[in-house]
């Protein structure tokens, strides 16, 4: 099997969640082969790793040895070991994992050792030796008792994520904020961190693609529009709040694309208390940028999409230095072409550029993004609904209601940087920031429907706009023993600020008319002189959002991390102002300044009965913004203060070794904003409260069958609403029941070697489309199928060929009747790839 590298592992010295209190150092020149002893490596330890898949065996031995292991993921996805009971030294060990797979193991450092395939590894032009090492350097620091076990070292968050779990689509664990990596059985929050292997294998296009993993978000924005907007836990989350490396209002503020993505994490439930006050109620989602790994990376990749788009990815890594600690890793790519909607045809760009430094003490990092995206006839991006008629069933999916002289054209840029120090064993100091800019320029329609028919108004609107992000965080995280109590204390100050330069010009006129979403008028073009319409270059300030916050948290732990608890909070400090930019009248006069300090209190607590069963509860609040009224509204741009939100949660997972389930329960609440449909006025008001149940399941329960899926059940209701009108109906846009299951089959090597059948089943039900619950969208499924088959190349170098249909049965459905407005579902989609490691 070929080295692919698709994901690097880095695990701890000592990851496990029995692990002793460990780092790696390197030793003075000349004495780099001398053991040292505290942990010495020629000790034997007593190990007990059943046989199976590979991964999740190796996984195993690195908790039990505490070696610290680095290699791509995809060397191990099919392998198998006999797996070994007894004691054994580690190297030993590990050798006799390896039989029978062609796989041996390396130096990267004194401390650090790596797989490699010697078929495929080339040094010096020639095939590198079978490197065997009777001794791996390591220094071991005295155990600080059962406050170490189970919790990482406080560094690590520069550099290679937690490891994936067996199946490789999920990852062991994710970064929780101000407290760092943590394992999944020791955090006490529902999260999910989604690999770049199984980003490449489903073929994402941006963030919507991977999130249909997680049956608790869902989109509600069209797909060929210019956005990704979604709901998570029954609440909106916009693109704007998704993190870059945990640092907020710096990614896209419109739509994530996946080139130079490593993880995608999901953290449920309000997350200001660990973000900085930038979160959103119903959670967060973090991007973690590619890192390059040990061994060179150099991969072509070139997709075909239904209608006619041809897309080209190059992946580029290398490392260099005595220990590989310069890392450079960057992405380019460009997709143009026609989609399956009518009309409807789309060019972007994309540029990565993540450098990294991993030195004993110190680590760093920087990122360099550029994205451009240009849409010809971008699909309607709201289309609302009068309040006198049911909802219309959903017009064919490939009809386009939009004429081709409409377009949207964006272009994004973003810098962010990195560093951590260990000022201490075990204290690091840590400083991150960053800036972006997104420019936005558009001409687009907006629908109101009229009647059960499909007839409608249309409005033709344009709202040029820039937005710009900056935001810094400096913070400590520091482990230390009390007695029998261990500490996990971490600190943060976080400031970041966001601002909108859009209006301040005479709207031109532009036409308002019927027409029909069954049937659409389509304007020539022409008639709308797109050259006189003004830019998203100096425009006026609009809104200046400044969230500034101290947070603290320090986790006790006791029995061997048996128990965990965290107690913390964060204060709060949130300034939203708002300028004047009516046509006429005097730019720049402030319009509504609102600001609010508050200490926004978090617990939550975990307890281990065992290794691999953990029962979880928390109970954390929020001060957050609340919105601005959109632009389809009749206040549009009306801006509204910040509120308090609160959650409730318990919950359970439990590891099995190659599968892995979780179970959550919860309750939130928010104060409710909402465009009534009737009115078209954007207002918040009330209390909306959804309380759920979240069923997820993920891994490989058998060697070449993979699932990742879950379901969630939601009682979203709306509560002390204005006059009591609406008490006790169901929130808009907050489905009952919501589904997601993905699979994989390597299909045996005497039948077809080499080859994967896929396949996804995505349910969701009816959701009402008003607050009076008297107008709603019917429920719907969409089926995806496809294949995967790797060979070797000519090179002998791994090829890999990916073919998905989604929305295989062409289904028409409203997607989301969210936010007062509705989205149809994409049409089916063809997707074939050749991915090509030179």
Do not use: C
């Amino acid at each position: 099997m070929a080295l692919a590298g698709v994901s690097l592992l880095a695990l701890a010295l000592v990851p496990g969640p029995a692990q002793a209190q460990t780092a790696s150092r390197a030793l003075p020149k000349g004495q780099e082969e001398a053991p040292v002893a505290a942990a010495q490596a020629g000790d034997t330890v007593a190990l007990s790793i059943p046989n199976g898949p590979l991964e999740p065996a190796l996984v195993r031995f690195t908790e039990q040895a505490r070696v610290k292991l680095v290699y791509g993921t995809d060397m191990t996805e099919s392998l198998t070991t006999t797996g070994i009971e007894g004691a054994f030294q580690p190297l030993e060990a590990l050798g006799r994992l390896l039989d029978g797979t062609g796989l041996t193991y390396r130096s990267v450092s004194p401390s650090t050792i790596t797989l490699v395939n010697p078929r495929y590894v080339q040094l010096g032009g020639r095939s590198e030796e079978t490197v065997r090492l009777d001794e791996i350097v390591v220094e071991g620091r005295p155990a600080a008792g059962p406050a170490s076990a189970g919790l990482p070292p406080p560094t690590g968050t520069v550099g290679q994520p937690p490891p994936p779990f067996a199946g490789g689509q999920v990852a062991t664990g994710a970064r929780i904020g101000l407290l760092g990596n943590r394992s999944v059985l020791t955090t006490p929050f529902n999260v999910t961190g989604y690999t770049e292997k199984l980003i490449q294998d489903q073929q994402a296009r941006s963030l919507a693609d991977v999130v249909l993993n997680d049956s608790s978000v869902r989109n509600d924005a069209p797909p060929f529009s210019e956005r990704d907007s979604f709901f998570i836990r029954g609440f909106s989350v916009v693109n704007l709040d998704v993190g870059f490396d945990g640092l907020f209002y710096l990614a896209n503020p419109r739509r994530v694309f996946t080139e130079g993505v490593e993880r995608v994490e999901i953290l449920k439930g309000p997350s200001a208390f660990l973000n900085g006050g930038t979160g959103r109620v119903g959670g967060t989602i973090n991007l973690i940028p590619k890192r390059a790994y040990d061994e060179p990376l150099t991969r072509l990749t070139t997709t075909y999409l239904s209608d006619s788009q041809v897309w080209t990815h190059a992946d580029l890594g290398r490392r260099f230095g005595p220990s590989k600690e310069w890392g450079v890793r960057t992405n380019l790519s460009y997709r143009n072409g026609n989609t399956p909607l009518d009309k409807n045809a789309i060019e972007v760009g994309v540029a990565t550029l993540g450098l990294d430094y991993r030195g004993e003490r110190l680590r760093a990092s920087l990122d360099l993004v550029h994205n451009t995206q240009n849409i010809t006839a971008p699909t309607s991006l709201f289309n609302s609904v009068a309040p006198n008629i049911p909802v219309p069933r959903a017009p064919n999916n490939r009809l386009n209601t939009a004429s081709s002289l409409e377009y949207i054209d964006t272009r994004y840029n973003m810098a962010a940087g990195r560093v951590e120090y260990d000022i201490l064993p075990d204290t690091t100091i840590y400083a991150a920031g960053g800036v972006s800019r997104y420019n936005e320029d558009f001409l687009t329609s907006f629908y109101r429907v009229t009647s059960l028919t499909g007839q409608a108004t249309n409005t033709l609107s344009i709202q040029p706009q820039e937005i710009q992000g900056l935001t810094g965080e400096v913070g400590l995280r520091t482990k230390f023993q009390t007695g029998m109590l261990g500490h996990y204390l971490t600190v943060s100050a976080v400031e970041a600020n966001n601002r909108n330069y859009r209006g301040g010009f005479l709207t031109p006129t532009l036409p308002v008319f019927q027409t029909n979403i069954y049937d659409p008028i389509h304007l020539a073009r022409g008639s709308v002189n797109t050259a006189l319409l003004p830019r998203s270059n100096n425009r006026p300030l609009f809104t200046e959002l400044s969230a500034r916050s101290v947070g603290i948290a320090d986790t006790l732990s006791l029995g061997e991390d048996r128990f965990l608890l965290t107690l913390g909070g964060r204060f709060q400090e949130i300034d939203q102002q708002s300028y004047v930019t009516a046509p006429g009248a005097t730019l720049g006069n402030l319009a509504s300044n609102y600001q609010r300090g508050r200490f926004s209190p978090a617990i939550a607590a975990v307890f281990r009965p065992t290794d691999n069963l953990s029962f979880y509860g928390n109970y954390i609040e929020a001060l957050e913004p609340t919105g601005i009224a959109p632009i389809a509204a009749i206040n549009a741009n009306e801006v509204f203060p910040p509120a308090v939100s609160r959650q409730q949660e318990i919950g359970a997972k439990y590891d099995f070794g190659t599968v892995a389930v979780t179970a959550s329960l919860f309750e939130i609440e928010q104060p409710n904003a909402f465009t009534d449909p009737a009115t078209r006025r954007f207002s918040v008001s009330g209390l909306q409260r959804n309380r759920g149940v979240e069923l997820s399941v993920f891994g490989e329960p058998v060697p070449g069958v993979r699932l990742l899926g879950g379901v969630t059940f939601l009682d979203g209701r709306l509560v002390n609403t204005a006059g009591r009108q609406f008490d006790g109906n169901v929130a808009p846009g907050v489905p009952d029941v919501a589904f997601n299951l993905y699979g994989e089959v390597d299909l045996p090597p005497w039948l077809a070697p080499g080859l994967t059948l896929t396949g996804r089943a995505i349910y969701t039900s009816s959701q009402f489309y008003n607050q009076a619950n008297t107008q709603s969208v019917p429920d719907w499924t969409r089926f995806d199928a496809g294949l995967r088959y790797t060979f070797e190349g000519v090179s002998g170098k791994p090829v890999t060929v990916r073919a998905i249909v989604e929305n295989v049965f062409d289904n028409s459905y409203w997607a989301s009747a969210a936010r007062g407005f509705l989205a149809v579902g994409a049409p089916r989609t063809v997707i074939v790839s050749a991915t090509v490691d030179f």
